[in-house]
């Protein structure tokens, strides 16, 4: 039917399944439907010619705004706690601690290093952010089909913001939740801003939201795009939801997560840097047009 779903990245559990899911969205009509996705390591890619690529965090951690002091200490955070986030031999429960751990403590070394609000795009085009290929081509088709794509990072948005606008894809059908940062009248960060967001608490940041999805309670049928389990709630706030297509990328630690992955997402895209299934998709549900 799509013939992008026999890509070798591509590995399903019930094929079966996905294409009657497909074939409801399809007959439901693309103004019924929306996408929810997560972004980092889900619209950006997680490496390129052999290296990592920055999550929103990074982006922050590896510039010119912070001293090496700091960036030391953020980078021994982040080998303490990423081998934690991906270690499929622990329960969300048990991780779930760990990771506020994480995020407060990063927030909180940010937060003293007086970053200054005017110098973040100039940080942001500095960077190695990358966006997935094929991203252009996600973007520009949801507009043109006024499908509403909520973007919903435990990064940091107004990083995530520059990304998107810096590829010139921050159309108006784009919504953000993310951690904000709060900066003082001279334009310093002081704080970040609301109830944080980490990896595994999307779901309370779903329902936090419920004006956003009250607003969108004609679109029942969800296009999901995620890379982590926590990814798996952000549709919760979603009211009367009629289907639910689950896409899950995955990056890293392969062999040890690729059950949990087929258990949870109706299609789990392997080692694939391009956003080439989530578009065919697309197309097929908007009658390719
Ligand atoms: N200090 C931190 C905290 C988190 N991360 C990474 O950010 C990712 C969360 O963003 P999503 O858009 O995927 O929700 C998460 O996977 C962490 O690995 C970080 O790099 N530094």
């Known amino acids: ?52 690529c920055p999550t929103c965090h990074n982006i922050l951690d590896n510039c010119k705004l912070i001293s090496n002091d ?7 955070l ?4 990423y081998p934690i986030e991906i270690d499929s031999s622990r329960s969300i429960a048990d991780k779930l601690p760990l990771m506020v751990e ?9 937060v003293q290093q007086k970053i200054k609000k005017d110098l973040l795009a100039i940080v942001v085009r500095d960077s190695d952010a990358r966006l997935r290929d094929g991203y252009q081509l996600l973007f520009d088709h949801l507009y043109e089909h006024k499908i509403p794509l909520l973007i919903f990072s435990a990064g940091i948005g107004d990083i995530l913001e520059e990304v998107i606008r810096q590829a010139g894809v921050f159309h108006p059908n784009v919504k953000v ?22 990896i595994y608490n999307k779901r309370e940041g779903a329902l936090l939201n419920t004006d956003h999805f009250q607003e969108l309670r004609t679109r029942t049928n969800v296009l999901l795009l995620g890379d982590s389990l926590g990814d798996l709630t952000m549709a919760d706030g979603v009211q009367d939801m009629e289907n639910i297509l689950k896409i899950g990328f995955l990056n890293d630690k392969v062999d040890e997560r690729k059950q949990s992955y ?16 989530p578009n065919a998709i697309m197309r097929y549900l908007t009658g390719n047009k």
């Open 1 to 52: 039917m799509i013939p992008q779903l026999t890509n070798s990245s591509v590995c399903m559990r019930d094929p079966q399944r996905v294409q009657e899911i497909l074939e409801a969205m399809l007959k439901a009509g693309s103004n019924t439907v929306q996408v929810i996705s997560d972004f980092d390591m889900t619209l950006t890619r997680f490496a390129y010619n052999g290296k990592r």
């Open 70 to 76: 700091c960036k030391e200490e953020l980078k021994e």
């Open 78 to 81: 982040l080998n303490t706690y």
């Open 102 to 110: 994480w995020w407060t403590k990063a927030h909180e070394l940010l």
């Open 177 to 198: 939740i993310s951690n904000y940062m709060d900066f003082d009248e001279s334009g310093v960060l002081r704080a970040f801003k609301g109830e944080l967001i980490h």
């Open 262 to 277: 087929l258990d949870s997402y109706d299609i789990v895209l392997v080692k694939d840097e391009t956003l080439e299934v």
